[in-house]
């Protein structure tokens, strides 16, 4: 197994991956409410568990989504091309938080581009953020479910909410898998899917 560092990239030989991401949620300091339990500063939700979601994005040769399908996560588990499929919470196994599986061979050839990312859920609303967490890492494993590559991050901006992680690119060699770490102020789905019209 390769540990990758930011930019790196390595080949994907395997015809089947699987990509998983985990991560640690660090104690968190109550934020400061009202009498009648809101938030002082204008929060909407009183929450004291960070959610992170972890969202794959497929995009044409030009990084460009086909449609708002193309966008899988906790509300879409499936791509339409049944290609893409992601893992439901209650049948993770034990140290990842997210399950991504790929066929490749099966994939439409008009998908050239493939986004994984990490979302904190309700960030705004919550007051959360990916500074909350620690010990992130993202993981592709080959069809045989041998790790190939993994990239760990250690610890997160507190003004990032979602970090796109890594992206496959089919290249006139196949596919490579490559690290990003690109952290933003993003917000859901909806603000991810503006990245990538």
């Not at 049948?91 to 008009?110: E, R, T, V």
């Not at 991050?153 to 796109?164: A, E, F, R, V």
């Not at 990003?180 to 993003?186: A, I, K, P």
Request: aromatic share 8%; glycine share 8%; with cysteine.
């Amino acid at each position: 197994m390769l540990f990758l560092t930011e930019n790196d990239s390595i080949t994907i030989a395997s015809p089947q991956i699987t990509i998983g991401v985990g991560w640690d949620t660090l104690p968190l300091n109550p934020a400061p409410l009202n009498l009648l339990g809101e938030f002082l500063d204008g929060g909407s939700i009183k929450s004291d568990t960070v959610e992170c979601d972890l969202m794959t994005v497929l995009c044409d040769e030009e990084g460009h989504m086909q449609d708002n399908g193309d966008i899988v996560f906790f509300n879409n588990l499936s791509h339409i091309s049944g290609s893409v499929n992601q893992a439901d919470d209650e049948n993770l196994p034990k140290g990842f938080n997210g399950i991504i599986d790929i066929d490749l061979a099966s994939l439409p050839k008009q998908y050239a581009k493939i986004v994984f990312a990490a979302s904190i859920y309700q960030a705004r609303a919550r007051h959360h953020h990916l500074g909350m967490l620690a010990n992130l890492f993202i993981s592709v494993f080959d069809h045989h479910l041998e790790e190939i590559g993994r990239f760990e991050i250690k610890q997160i901006d507190g003004n990032i909410t979602m970090l796109h992680l890594a992206q496959m690119v089919y290249t006139q060699s196949g596919w490579q898998f490559e690290i990003l770490n690109r952290g933003t102020s993003q917000d859901g789905a909806a603000e991810l899917a503006k990245c990538y019209q």
